[in-house]
């Protein structure tokens, strides 16, 4: 092998590191899932405007605090206005961004709105109020660092559990005991090493303790700069977007139908402070993107799909009214999002109030009705078929609420 100078060295030192990093617990990530259900939490970070995701166009209060953002009613008169909602029943509408993504999910059954969700944390901070979610513990009372509420998942379903993050680095819900790779699938259009390099890093770590999780994270980045390139063809011949989140959501849904049964991805870009557009602007874009990816990821699991359930969630919404400068700002309660092809959908579900000044919560936001961690644990009951016990280990204090999605 060709000798390496000395910054040659420390440069593959630092790589090998963070390979060994990535998979540095005893879980195998290349296996095969040993169970075929299969799992992804989205987290819209930034605190999206679910008021305008899940338009309350029978409310009239909706149009009075929104005179510049707000999306137009549905009208039977004229159902190819394209800038209105999207009726779904006699209370709420779609956004019109997700008209051709999401719809055909509602109209299937296999997408479900969950509104006035979120986290009883009241602080309105960004932070916060993730750390409280991914943790999966209440905001009252004592807390245990460093735990969140996936890993704690994956070890209540033993060696039936295969997570991944497809992150930069690992989120909060992610860290624990169980070992959990994170993979940021947009740094990989090429292979991290060449022959040479991965060589070097074999040789280097060889009869250590690192030397197992080294070599699979070397074929993990080998096996997805592969699909990687095939993708790139393929799509140079059918002229299909590689932009963004939908890129990264196709990825996401062959590792996920292949390799891992849990995982999570998280979109920033929703802190809409100023300008945040109604039908047009920047939420609008925002959330045809998303949808777009999520049904991009849908297709890809092909008939895994059907044994798949994805969550998405914020930390908070937004106020209700507008703000002075157009835009939105930190809010409470939100709509999470519950899709997948065994999904009792289409449909509104969960608690709800008519929308007036007096329901608000502090006169200034949606309040919140369900709970995430009540959520989530009965999908979790009902998908995993966990015990009470199993339940209590991965949201303790919490009571599931089953909303017969699942």
Known sequence: MKHLNRRQALGLLGAAGAAAALLSSPVRVLATPASDSRFLLVFMRGGYDAANLLVPYASSFYYEARRTIAIAPPSDADESNVNAAIRLDERWGLHPALRESMLPLWTAGQLAFVPFAGS??????????????????????????????????????????????????????????????NLSLKNYGKASFDDRQAAALSALYRNTRWSGAVEEGLQLRRDVAQQYEAEQMEASRSAISTKGFELEAKRMGRLLRDRFNIGFIDVGGWDTHVNEGGAQGTLATNLGNLGRGLAAFAAEMGPAWRKTTVVVVSEFGRTFRENGTRGTDHGHGSVYWVLGGSVRGGRVASAQVDITPDTLNQNRDWPVLTDVRGLLGGLFMRQYGLDDTALASVFPRTQPLDLGLL
């Open 120 to 181: 009883t944390d009241l602080t309105r901070s960004h932070f916060e109020t993730q750390d409280t979610i991914e943790s999966g513990q209440p905001p009252e009372g004592p807390r245990a660092y460093g735990s969140g509420f996936m890993n704690r998942l994956a070890e209540a379903l033993g060696g039936n559990a295969g997570g991944v993050s497809f992150t930069d680095a690992l989120p909060p819900c992610w860290q624990g005991a169980a070992g959990v790779p």
